[in-house]
T-cell receptor, first 114, second 116 residues
Framework: DVKVTQSSRYLVKRTGEKVFLECVQD?????MFWYRQDPGLGLRLIYFSYDVKMKEKGDIPEGYSVSREKKERFSLILESASTNQTSMYLC????WGGGQETQYFGPGTRLLVL | AQKVTQAQTEISVVEKEDVTLDCVYETRDTTYYLFWYKQPPSGELVFLIR??????QNEISGRYSWNFQKSTSSFNFTITASQVVDSAVYFCALSGGSSNTGKLIFGQGTTLQVKP
């Protein structure tokens, strides 16, 4: 079975802190994605990566950066956390088949920024 | 532009009722893929089904069935004899065949509540 894990299920941080969200997949997938999910707004793509050290901005990249040093690991970084970044963060991965590939999701991290 | 619309925000049914979740999509791609995901209260999105644009055959998996109609750009999901465990948020999603990265466009989701 495909397994995508995220480092924390729940996280509480202070405004201005640097926050790291880690995601690891065990299926040797090329593509990895970070989404945030907010009530009424659905899932919105923050960043994605199609290869090691490669990244592309999604729909809402402002305030975030990412790092992919190894194929199995994709990190989302909040350089200076703000209260409007309180959200549910979901990581996903998929193979290199383009649009036909299924994205598999991790359990999510609920981040609260105080 | 690609778009997915799930017009039903919330649906409430009583256990054993059948329920259909609607999904309408827009795309200019001739090859595309449609997905349904389930998000239970625990938060993880669980993959349910993938359909490609060339395969309009309906699919049944246990109590779940999917009706794909290109003529109306719809990919509806029916749960037969619903159960309390079906309570979740359900997302419909679309990816284009021209995409080499598999980016998904999600609908807003439909919250299904099944009451005992």
């Amino acid at each position: 079975d495909v397994k995508v894990t995220q480092s924390s299920r729940y996280l509480v941080k202070r405004t201005g802190e640097k926050v790291f969200l880690e995601c690891v997949q065990d299926m040797d997938h090329e593509n990895m994605f970070w989404y945030r999910q907010d009530p009424g707004l659905g899932l919105r793509l923050i960043y994605f990566s199609y290869d090691v050290k490669m990244k592309e901005k999604g729909d809402i990249p402002e305030g975030y950066s990412v790092s992919r040093e190894k194929k199995e690991r994709f990190s989302l970084i909040l350089e200076s956390a703000s209260t409007n970044q309180t959200s549910m963060y979901l990581c996903a991965s998929s193979g290199w088949g383009g649009g036909q590939e299924t994205q598999y999701f991790g359990p999510g991290t609920r981040l609260l920024v105080l | 532009a690609q778009k997915v619309t799930q017009a039903q925000t919330e649906i409430s049914v009583v256990e054993k009722e059948d329920v259909t979740l609607d999904c309408v999509y827009e795309t200019r791609d001739t090859t595309y893929y449609l997905f349904w995901y389930k998000q239970p209260p625990s938060g993880e999105l669980v993959f349910l089904i993938r359909r490609n644009s060339f395969d309009e055959q309906n699919e049944i998996s246990g109590r779940y069935s999917w009706n794909f109609q290109k003529s109306t750009s719809s990919f509806n999901f029916t749960i037969t004899a619903s159960q309390v465990v079906d309570s979740a948020v359900y997302f419909c999603a679309l990816s284009g065949g021209s995409s080499n990265t598999g980016k998904l466009i999600f609908g807003q989701g439909t919250t299904l509540q099944v009451k005992p």
